[in-house]
């Protein structure tokens, strides 16, 4: 049925999700996007502590930048896990956005995996190969 065609008996359910593309470094310095990064991380988990209803966030597929989130605050990680393991934090599933024309099937899988360690210490592997800026896609 054509969209200028609907009627208000149609039932379409419409889902957004709260995530964010995250690179380490691109077009600046990998500091400065750090410091960014520690900007975002600080005021996403301010939201989840204030409003109850804000109900999930979907980090960008990789685990790193967890990492380097927790290395200037290291306070922040049993909040962080806490997210995970309800479910209103996702991680993962890679450790890195894989460039899949560059480097080996056995990089990718060893990528893939540190991923999953990374993130089950966390509290949860997001079970979704999904990635919105992999190069080689």
């Known amino acids: 049925m054509p969209l200028f065609n609907r009627t208000s008996k149609d039932k379409r359910q419409l889902m957004v999700i709260s995530h964010t593309h995250w690179d380490r470094e691109w077009y600046l310095p990998y500091q400065s996007f750090r410091i960014r990064?520690?900007?975002l991380m600080d005021m996403?988990?301010?939201i989840f502590d204030s409003d109850p209803e804000y109900k999930h966030f979907m980090l960008d597929g990789h685990t790193?930048?967890?990492?380097d989130y927790l290395e200037v605050r290291p306070d922040r990680r049993e909040t962080i896990e806490r997210l995970v393991r309800d479910?209103?934090?996702t991680v993962g599933p890679w450790y890195v956005i894989p460039d899949e024309f560059?480097?080996?099937g056995e990089a990718l899988v060893r990528n893939l995996l540190r991923g999953h360690r990374v993130a089950?210490?966390?509290g949860g592997v997001?079970?979704?190969g999904y990635l919105?800026?992999?190069f080689g896609q």
């Open 87 to 89: 479910g209103r934090l």
């Open 37 to 39: 990064l520690v900007g």
């Open 120 to 122: 089950r210490e966390l």
């Open 132 to 134: 919105p800026d992999p």
């Open 64 to 67: 790193i930048l967890v990492e």
């Open 126 to 128: 997001m079970p979704v």
């Open 44 to 46: 996403l988990l301010d």
């Open 102 to 104: 560059l480097p080996s």
